[in-house]
């Protein structure tokens, strides 16, 4: 078992930057590809961002290529997720998840296990 805590969320004004962090534990990630999702109020969760278990592949969703970097540091166990340039349609619970596979996909459903969830808010 993988239990995965999101830190780092809050409220930041359109224009500004947050740094989530996604801490594993139970289990090395070394194993893991593991990717960031978000679901805003209303919608279905979308994917944002993955990284492969080495770090050496990304992925990104085109709504926040250029202004989100995911990376991970295996020897801390932890993923994160650096956020610039933030827009209010950011704004959504954003939750890590890892995925048994050394490379990750887009779609929530391959994905083995998640975390709670933080909150991100942008005002405008």
């Known amino acids: 078992q993988v239990q995965l805590a999101e830190f780092g969320g809050g409220l930041v004004q359109a224009g500004g930057s947050l740094r989530l962090s996604c801490a594993a534990s139970?289990?090395?990630?070394?194993?893991?590809?593991m990717g960031w999702f978000r679901q805003a109020p209303g919608k279905e969760r979308e994917f944002v961002a993955a990284i492969s278990w080495n770090g050496g592949v990304t992925y990104y969703a085109d709504s926040v290529k250029g202004r989100f970097t995911i990376s991970r540091d295996n020897a801390k166990n932890t993923v994160y997720l650096q956020m610039n340039s933030l827009k209010p349609e950011d704004t959504a619970v954003y939750y890590c998840?890892?995925?048994?596979?050394?490379?990750?996909?887009?779609?929530?459903?391959?994905?083995?296990?998640w975390g709670q969830g933080t909150q991100v808010t942008v005002s405008s």
């Open positions: 139970g289990r090395t990630l070394l194993r893991y590809a």
């Open positions: 998840a890892a995925r048994n596979n050394r490379y990750g996909v887009e779609s929530a459903h391959d994905y083995d296990y």
